[in-house]
């Protein structure tokens, strides 16, 4: 009997099934150390008054397999909308069956509904089968462009920049 693969927006309900599936995506990455948020967290900044990011749940067979959470950024040269794919991750037992190309499909086509002009996401360096993955659905590295990031102390001394210039002092 083939499978059944469904995807679904998810809900508040839904809270600890993400953040389990955050929590596996960051120890295949090896990252666990850096996992801090909580459902409370999640539930404040994904299903609160302003929601931050999406959260969609692949289900193969009713049982859920795969996340992927997005938001939406902006192409000032494009003059559009664009899809930012934060995290996309396919549990091990449901690798190889055409999940992860569902999903980046949907999200895709999603792109395309909500009139947005690119599809995008970072993927770690050495992580082979992903970047061959990619390629093979037609995405192309942005190899010119390096990250950058600002978080914790550093993220707090440069906004204090901010504060201590600004009129008034905010």
């Known amino acids: 009997m083939p499978n059944y693969y469904q995807i679904k927006a998810a809900t508040p309900e839904d809270l600890p099934l993400i953040l389990s599936f955050i929590k596996e995506l960051a120890e295949y990455e090896k990252l666990s150390h850096e996992v801090t ?3 409370q967290q999640l539930r404040d900044t994904l299903f609160g008054p302003k929601a931050y990011a999406e959260v969609l749940i692949g ?4 049982e859920p397999v795969s996340f992927a959470l ?4 902006y192409s000032t040269f494009l003059g559009k909308p664009g899809i930012y794919l934060e995290d996309l991750y396919v549990r091990p037992v449901a690798r190889g069956k055409g999940i992860g190309q ?3 499909a949907y999200l895709a086509n999603l792109a395309k509904e909500r009139h947005c002009g690119r599809l995008e996401w970072w993927v770690l360096d050495w992580n082979e089968s992903a970047i061959g993955f990619y390629k093979r659905l037609g995405a192309k590295p942005m190899d010119e462009w390096t990250v950058y990031r600002v978080t914790d102390t550093a993220l707090d001394e440069l906004a204090q920049k901010w504060q201590d210039s600004a009129p008034g002092g905010t």
């Open 37 to 39: 948020a909580t459902e």
């Open 59 to 62: 289900y193969l067979d009713q």
């Open 70 to 73: 997005f938001f939406h950024n």
């Open 102 to 104: 569902k999903m980046l």
